[in-house]
């Protein structure tokens, strides 16, 4: 019996989570227990110890990050078995609408005056709106007349596809006014939440701190995935989709509606990618039209990491992969005295990770490996 099946979706995510965790956690702290003799002005471990709970933190931020975008990547791939790699500029799409109402509201005099979770429950569900119908645009125009197409031809729809959504973002906010860095208007959203004091080698105490904002994307990004694992799984439409995923001919034979469930998923996909887009933006501050390129392919690596086509692989891809990456870029230059600086190395981890998967498990934590019959 499978982890799905004892724990069900959520419960396997969540034992992946704590599990990735504590494993990456006892590992750092090994390697600073091994590397204690080699640094004299500095206690390794107990250093390691004091910020490891920051990190842990900050990993969960980033990798609801890449598990939300990853959901539109698994989606489309589950139903259609195509990488829809304009994707990110979907969730760059999401973000410049947030922004562009944010800046409008700011304009009237609107802004301040508003509670800032109403303004975020507005702006995402502006997000959701626009890049959902965006999606939707982009299956019916540039991807429906290709299906029958070998694969190859798709794939590089998608790539240009996804440069002219850069440039025409960027067009668009050079006429507007809004700039090629455009500026995230937003509420105060107040000071940062102090989770805990953690004492330091030499007496001081630390705080643990959580962002607001990024307070608001995890439960956001949490909300979001509870509600898509119900419709998946519990609902006609859920069970449309995945029959469609299963096998296409057989359900437009039951009477399933093959291109209404495929413009569907597309949407959702892309609703889910602009409300990251909207939550990133207003936890960033600013937007440009290239910033869906790089959180792009990190998400679809977590859906390579997780199990393309594996919607709670998609999750536990985005959130394994968001603790490497505030691993490595806190841990890399204390555990190396310097010699290489975690932020710049952090970016490298998703790409390893990525050819690793593909070389050892191309099916990902959570997919299973299919027999080739010959």
């Known amino acids: 019996?499978?982890?799905?099946?004892?724990?069900?979706?959520?419960?396997?995510?969540?034992?992946?989570?704590?599990?990735?965790?504590?494993?990456?956690?006892?590992?750092?702290?090994?390697?600073?227990?091994?590397?204690?003799?080699?640094?004299?002005?500095?206690?390794?471990?107990?250093?390691?110890?004091?910020?490891?709970?920051?990190?842990?933190?900050?990993?969960?931020?980033?990798?609801?990050?890449?598990?939300?975008?990853?959901?539109?990547?698994?989606?489309?791939?589950?139903?259609?078995?195509?990488?829809?790699?304009?994707?990110g500029e979907i969730f760059m799409v999401g973000a410049f609408s947030g922004a562009a109402?944010?800046?409008?509201?700011?304009?009237?005099g609107i802004l301040n005056a508003l509670p800032p979770l109403l303004f975020v429950l507005i702006?995402?569900?502006?997000?959701?709106?626009?890049?959902?119908?965006?999606?939707?645009?982009?299956?019916?125009?540039?991807?429906?007349?290709?299906?029958?197409?070998?694969?190859?031809?798709?794939?590089?729809?998608?790539?240009?596809?996804?440069?002219?959504?850069?440039?025409?973002?960027?067009?668009i906010a050079n006429v507007t006014g809004l700039g090629f860095n455009a500026r995230f208007p937003t509420p105060n959203f107040g000071p940062p939440l102090q989770l805990a004091q953690i004492p330091a080698a030499d007496g001081r105490t630390i705080p643990l701190i959580l962002d607001v904002r990024a307070l608001i994307f995890i439960v956001a990004a949490t909300l979001m995935l509870i509600g898509l694992n119900?419709?998946?799984?519990?609902?006609?439409?859920?069970?449309?989709?995945?029959?469609?995923?299963?096998?296409?001919p057989t359900a437009s034979l039951m009477g399933i509606n093959v291109n209404q469930i495929i413009a569907l998923t597309f949407l959702i996909g892309g609703a889910l990618g602009g409300a990251a887009g909207v939550l990133f933006g207003i936890r960033v501050g600013t937007v440009n039209p290239y910033i869906g390129f790089l959180p792009g392919l990190k998400a679809f690596t977590a859906a390579v990491l997780g199990g393309?086509?594996?919607?709670?692989?998609?999750?536990?891809?985005?959130?394994?992969?968001?603790?490497?990456?505030?691993?490595?870029?806190?841990?890399?230059?204390?555990?190396?005295?310097?010699a290489f600086s975690g932020a710049s190395y952090a970016d490298i981890v998703a790409f390893a990770i990525l050819i690793l998967i593909l070389i050892f498990r191309p099916s990902g934590l959570l997919g299973e490996a299919v027999a080739q019959k010959v």
Not at 61 to 66: D, K, P, S
Not at 101 to 108: M, Q
Not at 233 to 248: C, P, S
Request: aromatic share 8%; glycine share 12%.
């Open 1 to 87: 019996m499978t982890l799905a099946g004892v724990f069900g979706p959520l419960g396997q995510v969540f034992i992946f989570v704590v599990g990735s965790a504590i494993v990456l956690s006892v590992i750092t702290v090994l390697v600073a227990f091994l590397l204690r003799g080699t640094r004299t002005n500095v206690d390794l471990v107990q250093a390691t110890l004091t910020i490891l709970p920051q990190v842990i933190v900050d990993g969960l931020v980033r990798g609801f990050l890449f598990a939300t975008i990853a959901l539109g990547y698994t989606m489309v791939y589950g139903v259609l078995e195509f990488i829809n790699f304009a994707h």
């Open 123 to 171: 702006a995402v569900i502006v997000g959701m709106v626009i890049s959902g119908t965006l999606a939707v645009t982009i299956e019916r125009i540039a991807y429906r007349p290709l299906r029958n197409a070998p694969r190859l031809v798709p794939l590089i729809s998608a790539i240009g596809v996804s440069l002219l959504l850069q440039d025409g973002m960027r067009l």
């Open 308 to 338: 393309i086509g594996n919607i709670p692989g998609a999750m536990v891809g985005g959130i394994v992969l968001g603790f490497l990456e505030a691993f490595v870029a806190s841990y890399l230059s204390l555990l190396t005295g310097g």
């Open 230 to 248: 119900y419709l998946v799984n519990a609902t006609k439409l859920g069970t449309a989709i995945r029959a469609v995923a299963q096998d296409r």
């Open 101 to 108: 109402l944010g800046t409008v509201f700011a304009a009237s």
